[in-house]
C-alpha cells in the first residue's frame, strides 16, 4: 500500500478540469487525438494546505506530467476570472496556462471527484490505483466547497490503472491480467463531461 494513505488506505481526489469554447480537449480526448494536454487543478481528502496545477501530455502514445503548486487563494482568483497575476509567476507551468487562457480562453469547466487506493511496487517504479465512485460537479465555482453537488457517474465504473516508468515487472503484468478483461483508454474527464 502507498505509504501516503491514511490508515484506510484510500483517499479523496477532486479534480477542477479546464476546456475552451469548443471542448477542444473533450473532443481530442474523444477522438484520440495525438499529442494532445489538457490542465487541471487538483487536491486531496478536501485538504487545501497542498494544492497542484498539472499538464498532463500524450504524445507518441506516452504520458508526461508537470506540476505546480498553487495556494488555495491564487486557484479562487483564477476560477473567478482574476488571472493577471499569473503573467509574472516565477513558475513556467503557471505562465503557460496563463497564455492558454488568454489565447484560447481555456476555463474551468469540469469537478470530478473520485476515492482512490493506490499500490507501489518498487521495481519499475509501478503504481497501481482503483479509483471508484467517480462524480462530476458543473459549479466550478464551488471547487472549494464540501457541499458542491455532484452526481454520480453510470454504472459506477471502477477503474483500475497500472503506471510505470522502464518496465512493468512480470508478476505484475501477471496480476493484473484477469479473464478477459482488455487494456482500454479512460478518461475521468471526458466521462464527466455527459451531463454538460
Known amino acids: 500500500i502507498d505509504k501516503h494513505t491514511e490508515q484506510a488506505g484510500s483517499y479523496t481526489i477532486r ?6 469554447y469548443y471542448n477542444r480537449c473533450f473532443y481530442e480526448n474523444e477522438n484520440g487525438t495525438d499529442p ?25 502514445g506516452l504520458c508526461s506530467k ?12 483564477i476560477i473567478d476570472g482574476d488571472i493577471g497575476w499569473m503573467k509574472d509567476s516565477e513558475d513556467e507551468l503557471i505562465r503557460e496556462l496563463f497564455q492558454k487562457m488568454t489565447v484560447q480562453q481555456l476555463k474551468p469547466k469540469t469537478i470530478v471527484d473520485y476515492w482512490r487506493e493506490p499500490f507501489v511496487f518498487p521495481a519499475g517504479n509501478v503504481r497501481i490505483t482503483l479509483d471508484y465512485e467517480i462524480k462530476t460537479g458543473l459549479a466550478s465555482k464551488e471547487f472549494f466547497s464540501k457541499d458542491c453537488p455532484t452526481v454520480p ?8 490503472e497500472v503506471k510505470w516508468d522502464e518496465f512493468l515487472p512480470t508478476v505484475i ?24
Open 153 to 160: 457517474l453510470p454504472d459506477n465504473p471502477i477503474i483500475l
Open 66 to 77: 508537470k506540476g505546480a503548486d498553487l495556494t488555495k487563494e491564487r486557484v479562487q482568483k
Open 173 to 196: 503484468r501477471n496480476a493484473i491480467q484477469i479473464g478477459d478483461r482488455r487494456t482500454s483508454a479512460f478518461s475521468k474527464y471526458a466521462t464527466c463531461r455527459i451531463y454538460d
Open 15 to 20: 479534480s477542477l478540469y479546464f476546456d475552451d
Open 36 to 60: 494532445r494536454e489538457k490542465f487541471r487543478i487538483r487536491y486531496y481528502n478536501f485538504d487545501t494546505t497542498v494544492i497542484h496545477l498539472e499538464k498532463k501530455s500524450k504524445t507518441a
